[in-house]
């Protein structure tokens, strides 16, 4: 079992900036690949960026690189997602996820995938 607690979403304005955490637990969470998705209202959920806890790869989304950057906390069991120049467009609930490798986590959704709760972001114009 793997839990997932996101936080750090609120309202900013555009151009703005937040930063999301995540913080994992569970006894096996660490062989797990972690990433970030979003879904806008009406929307599909759709993948923003994943990360390894070990190693220097990161996968982002081409649409939001340059904006958006996920990074990680070994020693705080935590995953973050900066975003910058945020757009209204933006604006969605963000999950942060768990699933056992990189071409699932990449999915919008898999059979060994674990979620958050998620976090609402909300860009102003």
């Known amino acids: 079992q793997v839990q997932l607690v996101e936080s750090g979403g609120g309202l900013v304005q555009a151009g703005g900036s937040l930063r999301l955490s995540c913080a994992a637990s569970?006894?096996?969470?660490?062989?797990?690949?972690m990433g970030w998705f979003r879904q806008a209202p009406g929307k599909e959920r759709e993948f923003v960026a994943a990360i390894y806890w070990s190693g220097t790869g990161t996968y982002s989304a081409d649409s939001l690189k340059g904006r958006f950057t996920i990074s990680r906390d070994n020693a705080m069991n935590t995953i973050y997602l900066q975003m910058n120049g945020l757009k209204p467009e933006d604006t969605a609930v963000y999950y942060c996820?768990?699933?056992?490798?990189?071409?699932?986590?990449?999915?919008?959704?898999?059979?060994?995938?674990?979620w958050g709760q998620g976090t609402q972001v909300t860009v102003s114009s």
């Open positions: 996820a768990a699933d056992t490798s990189l071409a699932r986590i990449t999915t919008t959704s898999s059979s060994s995938r674990y």
């Open positions: 569970g006894r096996t969470f660490r062989t797990y690949v």
